[in-house]
């Protein structure tokens, strides 16, 4: 899994995650942002003790505003 959360990191920003509040700042919603969330629980479900996989379940939104 440390494949997809290096892709992660690329996409959002590493830097975002390891500095200050480690906040994912996502400033607009929209169906794929959303479907990165449906991803990562498929992924939670198959990797279900990898941490970082939950940390970025975490982070991202669930659905559209």
């Given at each position: 899994m440390g494949a997809?959360?290096?892709h992660l990191e690329r996409v959002f920003g590493y830097a975002t995650r390891s500095t200050?509040?480690?906040?994912?700042?996502?400033?607009?919603?929209?169906?794929?942002?959303?479907?990165?969330?449906?991803?990562l629980c498929d992924y939670c479900?198959?990797?279900?003790?990898?941490?970082?996989l939950k940390k970025w379940l975490a982070e991202i939104?669930?659905?559209?505003?």
């Open positions: 997809l959360n290096v200050g509040d480690g906040i994912l700042p996502i400033l607009k919603r929209s169906p794929s942002i959303c479907a990165i969330h449906d991803v479900t198959e990797f279900p003790n990898d941490n970082m939104p669930t659905r559209p505003e």
